[in-house]
């Protein structure tokens, strides 16, 4: 069974950064395609950015293309959402997810695994 454990969320200004971890145990993390996924209070579950097991091809929402950056680094199990230039509208809690398979595209039921999330905060 695969447990994967977010950190680093919080509260930061608009404009401000955060770098989102994803802690993966109980699995063989180098061959999954990971994502991370993010909802807002009453919205649906929304993609955010995925990348595949090799970290060689990685695929971003419009919505944060050119401001978030997905990566991974398969020795230490763990990976990666560099945040920079938030906006008001990027708060939500932030998940990550696991899909079996190398490579898995938009959509939650893509993923087999999913942590239990982190909240970030983006004030005006």
């Known amino acids: 069974q695969v447990q994967l454990v977010e950190s680093g969320g919080g509260l930061v200004q608009a404009g401000g950064s955060l770098r989102l971890s994803c802690a993966a145990s109980g699995g063989t993390f180098r061959r999954y395609a990971m994502g991370w996924f993010r909802q807002a209070p009453g919205a649906e579950r929304e993609f955010v950015a995925t990348?595949?097991?090799?970290?060689?091809?990685?695929y971003y929402a419009n919505s944060v293309k050119g401001r978030f950056t997905i990566s991974r680094d398969n020795a230490k199990n763990t990976l990666y959402l560099q945040m920079n230039s938030l906006k008001p509208e990027d708060t939500a809690v932030y998940s990550c997810a696991a899909a079996t398979r190398g490579a898995a595209g938009t959509g939650p039921n893509e993923y087999d695994y999913w942590g239990q999330g982190t909240q970030v905060t983006v004030s005006s």
């Open positions: 990348i595949i097991w090799s970290g060689d091809f990685t």
